[in-house]
T-cell receptor, first 114, second 116 residues
Framework: GDSVTQMEGPVTLSEEAFLTINCTYTATGYPSLFWYVQYPGEGLQLLLKATKADDKGSNKGFEATYRKETTSFHLEKGSVQVSDSAVYFCALSDPGGSQGNLIFGKGTKLSVKP | GAGVSQTPSNKVTEKGKYVELRCDPISGHTALYWYRQSLGQGPEFLIYFQGTGAADDSGLPNDRFFAVRPEGSVSTLKIQRTERGDSAVYLC??????????????FGPGTRLTVL
């Protein structure tokens, strides 16, 4: 079945460092891809998404490009801030299905030190 | 506007008891989802409603779990004869269903269930 694999954390970076969180997927169809973020004490919220191959999602300085050839959707940010400390989840939704439920990776915890 | 709300925020119960968890979706959202998140894991799909009907309940782990959405808005997840393994955070999400799996799902803060 469909699945998402993302790099294990925790990831600890200094402020202004470059961030990459790897995400690869397995899907029978052509899924939509999402990054969700969970800040401490808060609920899951959408960070960015891409719905077809070669699309780039971006938000708050974060970017991810839908790479069909490598089945990847890696999250990147050029200069992280302390406020980016959170748990990041990669997810997919198979548009071939009727329900659109999300399949999540296990999450990557990011800690940014000043 | 108001987001997805879930009550209670925390629920502690004893093994074998019955619990109900409530979700109020964003007004106008026709699609509603329940997920379960265990410690250190990503959310796992339980059940999906389109309107009043359960369009997909393939994620429910067994027949102790049941969910309803009688008027197409508020949903209740019901767990009978709770077990310690049911302890998790139960998340609800809603979306304005447009099909094709591209919808953004908006999540509630979750209900943390602890079964003693």
């Amino acid at each position: 079945g469909d699945s998402v694999t993302q790099m294990e954390g925790p990831v600890t970076l200094s402020e202004e460092a470059f961030l990459t969180i790897n995400c690869t997927y397995t899907a029978t169809g052509y899924p939509s891809l999402f990054w969700y973020v969970q800040y401490p004490g808060e609920g899951l919220q959408l960070l960015l998404k891409a719905t077809k191959a070669d699309d780039k999602g971006s938000n708050k300085g974060f970017e991810a490009t839908y790479r069909k050839e490598t089945t990847s959707f890696h999250l990147e940010k050029g200069s992280v801030q302390v406020s980016d400390s959170a748990v990041y989840f990669c997810a997919l939704s198979d548009p071939g299905g009727s329900q659109g439920n999300l399949i999540f990776g296990k999450g990557t915890k990011l800690s940014v030190k000043p | 506007g108001a987001g997805v709300s879930q009550t209670p925020s925390n629920k502690v119960t004893e093994k074998g008891k019955y619990v109900e968890l409530r979700c109020d979706p964003i007004s106008g959202h026709t699609a509603l989802y329940w997920y379960r998140q265990s410690l250190g894991q990503g959310p796992e799909f339980l059940i999906y409603f389109q309107g009043t009907g359960a369009a997909d309940d393939s994620g429910l782990p067994n027949d102790r779990f049941f969910a309803v959405r009688p008027e197409g808005s508020v949903s209740t997840l019901k767990i009978q004869r709770t077990e310690r393994g049911d302890s998790a955070v139960y998340l609800c999400a809603s979306s304005f269903y447009a099909g094709g799996g591209t919808d953004t799902q908006y999540f509630g803060p979750g209900t943390r269930l602890t079964v003693l």
